[in-house]
């Protein structure tokens, strides 16, 4: 079995609270940690909510980063999904942990989409180019 | 320990090829199944790949679902998060599952913020509208 992706589910405890509630600062970190990691940005948006906590997404050309943030809590639940073997996902989980300084990180590592493949077969995450949608019927 | 909110990680196979590289199609899915579950829908941010492919992302009030399709694998991958205890993220799966005509589903569903608390204590997804946040610390 192969997978098409891999994602991380990521529980930032004991954050500081004023980082988490920027919506702006939050949204750098999420750019700048994809960034880092050599993903390609499709689109963001991001969303202060009344009266704290921010909530966004980060679209990238090898799949998302979510975000959802609980400054009354110090908490924020994110979310790290990744397809191909040029990204590093544990890259963005370790940029976002230094830039809200949370001191209480658990993460939990999953393969999306499994597969069987035969032998010299390949699981391509990103189709060619010229590939026609009949072709795999 | 009392969670913040739910998630439902979802592998649709064996889709509807056409249905699930429909950028147009899928991001009224989603819209529409986040509604039926009774989520407050903020943003939506939908994509077409080339040659194939479909990414998006609904941002609601209460989390958000994400959905990455791979329509010549058949398959779409689904984030389900949500918060509070008036949406049923099952709800959602179904409605995806019946539209994509999906005959091969996988799902699995974590907790997110787990927190202690105690006897008498609530746990709000959602501060109170003129909570401060330096309340909380």
């Known amino acids: 079995m192969k997978a098409l992706g891999r994602q991380i589910l990521v529980e930032y405890y ?5 980082a988490i509630n920027d919506v702006d600062f939050v949204e750098r970190v999420l750019l700048d940690g994809t960034k880092n990691a050599k993903a ?7 969303h202060k909510f009344s ?3 921010v ?14 943030t609980w400054p009354e809590y110090g908490y924020a639940a994110v979310d790290i999904f990744t397809c191909g ?3 590093d996902p544990w890259v963005i989980q370790e940029y976002l942990k230094e830039n809200f ?12 989409g499994l597969f069987k493949v035969g032998p010299g077969e390949e699981l391509l995450f990103k189709p060619k180019e010229n590939a026609e949608l009949s072709f795999y019927k």
Do not use: Q, Y
Not at 14 to 18: A, L, R, T
Not at 55 to 68: F, L, Q, R, W
């Open 85 to 87: 073997e040029t990204i």
């Open 101 to 112: 300084k949370s001191s209480n990180v658990s993460s939990m590592e999953l393969k999306r």
């Open 40 to 46: 390609t940005v499709i689109s963001h948006n991001f």
């Open 14 to 18: 004991d954050c500081d609270v004023n």
């Open 51 to 53: 009266p704290h906590g």
């Open 55 to 68: 909530s966004g997404t980060v679209v990238i050309a090898e799949s998302h980063v979510a975000i959802h």
